[in-house]
Structure formats: structure tokens, C-alpha cells
């Protein structure tokens, strides 16, 4: 059989171990006689005989605790289901979820306790019309950015209308760093022109022109006739703004603002289909307005781009981070209280700490 310590014993082989030591002690040789001819601690033996004495099981448990102070209290886990279920929120998903009712003090719980509750309460299910993301997109290599107005990125989209084979086309110019819409445009044509006022627009609300030539952002956009039209790269090169193009058919090397893109069209408001470029206006001038002072982004740690943008991401960040810890702590404190003997239990291990499981 081999030395038995360091192993991790089964229930009927403790029991057995335990019938050669009796039927040995039976017939004269001592208890700790026996342990040293197999090669086995004294004291895990007599732990043995004690559990059996006390009619408790041999089985080996899992150390710790049985169940995590931090656990969830039953009100905040009330308090998740009952947001989730309000019409309000109906549409977020269980991250943005979370980050709502971080800071708006409804409750602290992490993403994946979020998503666990909601699983649990057969919550947990696609809450668009559009289909799942597939997060294989990769960003292209570029420099990194430490803040906004670094590089901007831009492009131009359909939006339907109801008369078939009319298109308007919405003209949109976004800061990489903070997601946020610097500039957006709708026009019934794609021209040069409009593309020129999209870009002088952004010059002229982010002061640009103000700052050393070295300091400006350079523009990313992809090959399209407008981008490469010479009054474009005449207006990048006077303002010293450097202009990168994508690769052709590679959606992957712009992908903030296809994602920009999708998440106007994946909106449970979006129309679908416009009257006119008034319509598209008036519906676009509030969703960007929501976009960027009211949309908790993905990307940038589910702070608005607004926020982002005016470089208060970090210390929002940090300041979740203090609420959720306290928060931790708290519960530690009302689990423990709770328990119905003023103490925490937990399962005691079945090894010694040298033993390898």
C-alpha cells in the first residue's frame, strides 16, 4: 500500500485503518505501534476515533467557512430583482445594471454576483433586438493615449427612410479615449463638403486651434471617396491634425466608431426608419445628448463619455471601488451578527496543514 501520510484518505479506507488498528491493539500492540508501521500521523488517528465516538462522519468537508461572510444580505438581493424588474432599467444589461446602483447608492455588488442573482431568478436573457456581440474585434496598433482630444476617429452610416432606395446619412465625429460624440451631422448626400464642416465643427467646440500643433489629434477614418478627398487631407494637413486611414475591408482598424454605429442602431428607442432629416434630427440630438451625459460606456469602466472626457474616470472608478469594499466589510459584520449563536461556524479540515490534497 505505501506510506499513508501525505494522502488524502476516503471515508471506508479511514474506517479500515482504523478496524487494523483496533484488531492490532486487540492483540497487544499499541496504537501508536501500529501508526508508525503505517506510516501515518498519531493524532489523525485518534481525530479519527473521536469523530467516531461522537457518531460523526468520516467524509472529508471542504476548510472554511460553510457559507462566505461577504454573502449577499437578503435585502440587497431584494433590491437587485426589484430594480432589474422595473421598467426603467428593463433594457440594461446586468453590468450596467450594476453601475447604476453604484451610483446612485442603491446597492454594491459586482458584475458577476449581478449576473448570478438575475440567473438565479430567470432574469438573465437578451434584452435587444440586435443579436449578441462576438468579441473577436481587435484594435488596430496605434499609439496609446493618456487622454482626449489624441486621436479622433470618423465615418458615415445609412439611416433608412420610408421611401424605398432614400437614404439619409449620418456624419459622425468621436474622441477615441472617451468615447465621446465630439460632432454629428445628418445629410440627405455624402460629399466632401459636409464631411469638411463635420471636422471644422469639431475644431471649433474642442478649441483645437488653441493648442500646439503637436498637442492636436490626429483623425483615423477609412477610404472612402469623401475621407480621401483633397479638400479633407488639405484641412488635416493646415491644422496639423496627422489623417490614418484603414485598411480596405477592415472594419477591425476603425472598430470605435462601427461600435458607435451599432449602438445608435441597437437603441430599444431607435425608429428604424425616419420621415425626413428633420425627424432624424430631433431623435439624434436627444440620444447623443443621452449618449454622452447619461450612457455608462463598456469601455471606458462604465463611466459616462462625458466624464471621460472631462477626466473624472479614474477618481470615479476609485470611488466605486471604496463603496463596494466598505460595503463588503458591512456585510461581514451583519452576517456575523445574524447567526443565531453569535459566532461563525465553519467545517474543520480533515488534514494536517502539511498534507497535500
Not at 484518505?9 to 478496524?19: A, D, Q
Not at 472554511?64 to 433590491?79: A, T
Not at 474585434?137 to 432606395?165: E, H
Not at 469602466?301 to 466605486?320: C, F, M, N, S
Request: glycine share 6%; proline share 5%; charged share 25%.
Amino acid at each position: 500500500m505505501g506510506p499513508i501520510a501525505d494522502q488524502w484518505i476516503s471515508e471506508p479506507i479511514k474506517l479500515e485503518i482504523l478496524t487494523v488498528i483496533e484488531t492490532s491493539h486487540q492483540q497487544g500492540i499499541s496504537v501508536r505501534r501500529s501508526c508508525l508501521i503505517l506510516a501515518i500521523e498519531h493524532r489523525r488517528v485518534v481525530r479519527w476515533q473521536s469523530l467516531v465516538r461522537q457518531g460523526q462522519s468520516l467524509a472529508n468537508l471542504t476548510p472554511g467557512p460553510s457559507e462566505p461572510l461577504h454573502r449577499m444580505l437578503p435585502e440587497e438581493i431584494d433590491q437587485i430583482l426589484a430594480m432589474a424588474k422595473s421598467e426603467a432599467y428593463a433594457d440594461l444589461s446586468h453590468r450596467t445594471l450594476a453601475v447604476t446602483a453604484w451610483d446612485n447608492d442603491l446597492f454594491q455588488a459586482s458584475f458577476s454576483t449581478v449576473y448570478r442573482v438575475l440567473k438565479e431568478n430567470d432574469l438573465m436573457r437578451g434584452r435587444g433586438s440586435g443579436g449578441a456581440h462576438n468579441g473577436n474585434s481587435k484594435a488596430p496598433v496605434r499609439k496609446d493615449l493618456t487622454g482626449p482630444n489624441q486621436r479622433w476617429c470618423w465615418d458615415i452610416s445609412y439611416l433608412m427612410t420610408f421611401q424605398k432606395g432614400e437614404y439619409l446619412f449620418l456624419y459622425l465625429l468621436l474622441d477615441e479615449y472617451s468615447r465621446k460624440v465630439i460632432q454629428w451631422r445628418i445629410s440627405w448626400h455624402q460629399t466632401a463638403v459636409e464631411s469638411q464642416l463635420l471636422l471644422e465643427g469639431g475644431l471649433r467646440d474642442e478649441n483645437i486651434l488653441d493648442l500646439p500643433e503637436d498637442q492636436r489629434p490626429e483623425v483615423i477614418n477609412d477610404r472612402g471617396r469623401q475621407m480621401k478627398a483633397k479638400p479633407i487631407q488639405r484641412l488635416c494637413e493646415d491644422h496639423g491634425m496627422p489623417q490614418l486611414f484603414a485598411r480596405p475591408r477592415t472594419p477591425n482598424d476603425n472598430p470605435f466608431i462601427e461600435s458607435a454605429f451599432s449602438t445608435v442602431k441597437r437603441a430599444p428607442a431607435y425608429p428604424g426608419r425616419f420621415l425626413d432629416d428633420a425627424h432624424a434630427v430631433a431623435y439624434l440630438d436627444r440620444y447623443f445628448t443621452w449618449y454622452d451625459t447619461e450612457h455608462y460606456h463598456s469601455g471606458i469602466d462604465y463611466v459616462t463619455p462625458q466624464q471621460a472626457h472631462l477626466g473624472l474616470r479614474q477618481e470615479i472608478v476609485h470611488q466605486r471601488r471604496i463603496k463596494k469594499l466598505s460595503q463588503r466589510r458591512r456585510r461581514r459584520e451583519e452576517n456575523q451578527t445574524r447567526s443565531s449563536d453569535g459566532t461563525t461556524t465553519y467545517n474543520k479540515p480533515t488534514m494536517t496543514a502539511c498534507l497535500v490534497a
